[in-house]
């Protein structure tokens, strides 16, 4: 079958790739670069399977050629990426999800959206089943992320509804693993460079909050499975072994066998306390569990930073 992953140069959307071609496909991966890297899909220059189109998903996509399927990852999914690039955050969210369906409908594909555990916000029931509506500040800092992707759950359903799209709706948990970007800010990454680099651990606030850590190869098989099932309504993907950032730090200056120390940071505004999925809907409908443990997941992201490290690419990050 031949593909469409949007965000396809970014952490997830490489790993989806490797995967759609893994098993036989043809993949046109759609990215304009704003937070992902060509480097995460240099090793398929020479696959014959795979091209990328360097486009905005915000702009009207035009696809030629069969198209079976579209996997739309395309957004800045960082909080220090959403900040720095909110409007685009919010047409990636609004207007490539409408830009992805109508190709979608105009070719009789199939389309998967990316969404997140935001969609719940700073949740007030845990862990959080699909059936939770949230508890999302609309005009806060992250409102541009999480209000995006609300809207982009909603034209989805409104497509299927009024248009007849086949689709599905993933939301995805915190996901770590190689690729992501050395500054990307998410938690993980920003551990394990500090640890290799000999630096504080910045944990902000008191560090008590907590995350459900995902390894992405997990993540990916659960969301092919997803993509090849009959579920029309949104299905959490995530691991539901949950860490304070305390307790995650712990483990990352362990893996690496870093001195690193501890430091205190303010915590970011409307940073959610707590942060588990209900997996219930995965593990029936799609015989899905994570099973890469978070010491394992960790030694394997220290691995890629690590090689990194020896070619120099850390050191000339900024602080
Ligand atoms: P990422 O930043 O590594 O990848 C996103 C990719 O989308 C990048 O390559 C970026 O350049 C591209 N992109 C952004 N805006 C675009 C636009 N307008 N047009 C074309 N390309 C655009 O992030 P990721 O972690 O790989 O996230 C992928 C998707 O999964 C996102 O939709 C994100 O919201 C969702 N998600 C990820 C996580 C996670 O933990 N990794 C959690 C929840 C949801
Ligand atoms: N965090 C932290 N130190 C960092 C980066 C993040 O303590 O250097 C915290 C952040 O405040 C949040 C959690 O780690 O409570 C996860 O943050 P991340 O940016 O990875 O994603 P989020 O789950 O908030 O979207």
């Not at 920003?190 to 850590?213: C, E, H, K, M, W």
């Not at 219930?280 to 990194?308: C, D, K, M, N, Q």
Request: proline share 7%; net charge neutral.
């Amino acid at each position: 079958m031949r593909f469409v992953v949007t965000g396809a140069a970014g952490f997830l959307g490489s790993h989806l790739t490797d995967r759609l071609l893994a098993e036989g496909h043809t993949v046109l991966g759609v990215d304009n670069l704003l937070t992902g890297r060509r480097e995460n899909l240099s090793h398929l220059e020479d696959d014959p399977r795979f091209r990328l189109l360097e486009r905005d998903v915000s702009r009207h996509i035009e696809i030629e050629g069969e198209l079976d399927g579209i996997f739309h990852l395309a957004s800045p999914a960082s909080p220090v990426d959403y900040l720095r690039f909110p409007i685009q955050t919010l047409k990636a969210g609004a207007l490539g999800t409408h830009n992805t369906l109508g190709l979608a409908k105009a070719r009789g594909a199939r389309l998967l959206l990316a969404s997140t555990s935001e969609v719940y916000g700073d949740p007030l029931v845990h862990p959080q089943p699909e059936s939770y509506w949230g508890n999302v500040n609309p005009i806060g800092p992250r409102g541009v992320y999480d209000e995006a992707k609300r809207f982009a759950e909603a034209i989805t359903m409104a497509y299927r509804r009024a248009h007849g799209v086949d689709t599905r709706i993933v939301r995805i948990f915190n996901t770590y693993g190689p690729r992501m970007r050395p500054d990307d800010g998410r938690v993980v990454s920003n551990f394990v460079v500090q640890a290799l680099r000999g630096q504080p651990l910045t944990i902000y606030g008191d560090g008590s909050q907590s995350r459900s850590f995902c390894y992405v190869s997990d993540l990916v098989e659960g969301i092919w499975r997803l993509f090849n099932a009959e579920l029309h309504e949104p299905v959490n993907l995530g691991n539901p072994g949950e860490y304070t950032i305390r307790e995650l730090a712990e483990l990352v200056v362990a893996a690496t066998g870093s001195a690193s120390p501890l430091e205190a940071r303010p915590l970011p505004t409307d940073d959610p306390k707590v942060r588990r999925p209900d997996i219930s809907l995965a593990s029936a409908e799609l015989g899905w569990t994570p099973r890469i443990p978070l010491e394992v997941g960790l030694r394997r992201t220290v691995a890629y930073f690590h090689r990194l490290q020896a070619l120099g690419r850390l050191e000339t990050m900024p602080d």
